[in-house]
C-alpha cells in the first residue's frame, strides 16, 4: 500500500509560478510511474503529467506542454510537478497518483491517490 500526500499549492497570480510535491511511503517508490491530474470546478478529472520509474521518459497533457515540468527523487520518494506561466484555467485540485505500468494517461490507471493539493490562479 503506498501513501502519497501532496504540498506546495496555494494562491497566485496569473504568469506566476508554483512547485508541487509529492512524497510516497510505504511501498517502493522506484517501482511506480508517477502522475499528476487535476480537476477543476465543475469539470472532470484530467491527466497534467507522468514520469516513469527511472525519470528517463515523461508525458504532459497538451494544456500544459512547455509550462509544467514533472521531476522525481527516487532516493526521497518525492515527485514534482513545476508549473510555470500559470493561467486562472489551471486553477484545480491537483492529486499525486502512482501507477505500476506507463505511460498512465488516464486516471483510471491509477492505483494510489494523495489527497489533492489547491491551486488558485487569479487573474
Known amino acids: 500500500q503506498v501513501q502519497l500526500v501532496e504540498s506546495g499549492g496555494g494562491l497566485v497570480q496569473a504568469g506566476g509560478s508554483l512547485r508541487l510535491s509529492c512524497a510516497a511511503s510505504?511501498?517502493?517508490?522506484?517501482?511506480?510511474?508517477m502522475g499528476w491530474l487535476r480537476q477543476g470546478p465543475g469539470s472532470e478529472r484530467e491527466f497534467v503529467a507522468s514520469?516513469?520509474?527511472?525519470?528517463?521518459?515523461?508525458y504532459y497533457g497538451d494544456s500544459v506542454k512547455g509550462r509544467f515540468t514533472t521531476s522525481r527523487d527516487n532516493a526521497k520518494n518525492t515527485v514534482y510537478l513545476q508549473m510555470n506561466k500559470l493561467t486562472p484555467e489551471d486553477t484545480a485540485v491537483y492529486y499525486c497518483a502512482a501507477s505500476r505500468y506507463g505511460p498512465a494517461m488516464h486516471s483510471t490507471n491509477y492505483a494510489y491517490w494523495g489527497q489533492g493539493t489547491q491551486v488558485t490562479v487569479s487573474s
Open positions: 510505504g511501498g517502493t517508490f522506484s517501482n511506480y510511474v
Open positions: 514520469i516513469n520509474q527511472n525519470g528517463n521518459w515523461t
